[in-house]
């Protein structure tokens, strides 16, 4: 299967459960890095080819910067099998997003491992395959913490299309609506990716127990994903949560995606 990225890479939103396969997915957030409290994530993915002929895949892994590294170019994986990547991101270390494009649809789940001398948690990390777009231009995510007990990141994996660029904003409202801090805005140049993460703690000094955040596509055009990581202090064990948001049918989507590669 030709595959090859045009330029830099890709976006992100993370899709319900139970939704409908895709041949094209967005991990937003792997790594091999080690965190803030010490413990060292490694990211692990596992797909599965449901149909009765084989599956070809192409994946690429995304940095923050938006540069591209191959993964893997025409994987086969049998009828009815599992492939099964482990440290996806490697010993040479790094974090980003990965997108993986395949022959037809398939089933993904990645998850992070987190370990230390305070033992191993595992997050779960749903691949994304629905988007924010010009469309919906609104991705919300709630249950977020930022105190003594736990902290929250947020991220987002985003590609503007190449006529012009794209801007994410990401603002933190309070329980009782009000907002938290000062609103954040990144600029997707034309036609380039970003993969974004960042504490709730650049965003405000405040501690909270409870909030809600909202990232939007806020000027030109593209697509779009944003989700948020609960991490507990004491021993970095953490909860993914996705955006949710109207979104995109997952063949649209895809379409959008591969107009910033060299896909079949």
Avoid: C
Wanted: net charge negative.
């Amino acid at each position: 299967m030709k595959t090859r990225f045009a330029i830099l890479a890709l976006l992100l939103a993370a899709p319900a459960f139970g939704a409908e396969l895709s041949d094209l997915y967005v991990i937003p957030a792997v790594a091999h890095a080690t965190g803030a409290t010490g413990e060292l994530w490694q990211s692990d993915v596992s797909i599965f080819n449901p149909h009765s002929t084989p599956l070809a895949l192409d994946l690429e892994l995304v940095a923050p910067n938006g540069t591209a590294t191959r993964l893997a170019s025409g994987t086969t994986v049998a009828p009815h099998a599992t492939l099964f990547m482990h440290d996806i991101v490697g010993g040479g270390g790094g974090i980003g997003a990965v997108i993986v494009s395949g022959s037809h649809p398939f089933a993904i789940m990645s998850r992070a491992t987190a370990t230390s001398s305070r033992g191993t948690f595992v997050e779960t990390v749903p691949a994304a395959a629905d988007f924010l777009d010009a469309t919906a231009r609104d991705s919300f995510l709630t249950g977020l913490t930022s105190n003594a007990s736990a902290r929250t990141n947020i991220g987002f994996f985003a590609a503007a299309d190449r006529g012009e660029p794209m801007a994410i904003t990401i603002a933190l409202f309070a329980v009782d609506g009000s907002p938290l801090g000062r609103s954040q805005t990144f600029v997707v140049p034309a036609g380039a990716t970003i993969q974004t993460q960042l504490s709730t703690r650049s965003l405000t000094t405040v501690s909270f127990d409870s909030a809600s955040a909202r990232v939007s596509i806020t000027s030109g055009s593209g697509v779009a994903t944003a989700y948020a990581s609960v991490i507990a202090n004491d021993t970095g064990s953490a909860a993914f949560i996705a955006g949710s948001t109207g979104s995109m049918p997952p063949s649209a989507a895809a379409a959008r995606l591969r107009s910033h590669f060299y896909l079949q």
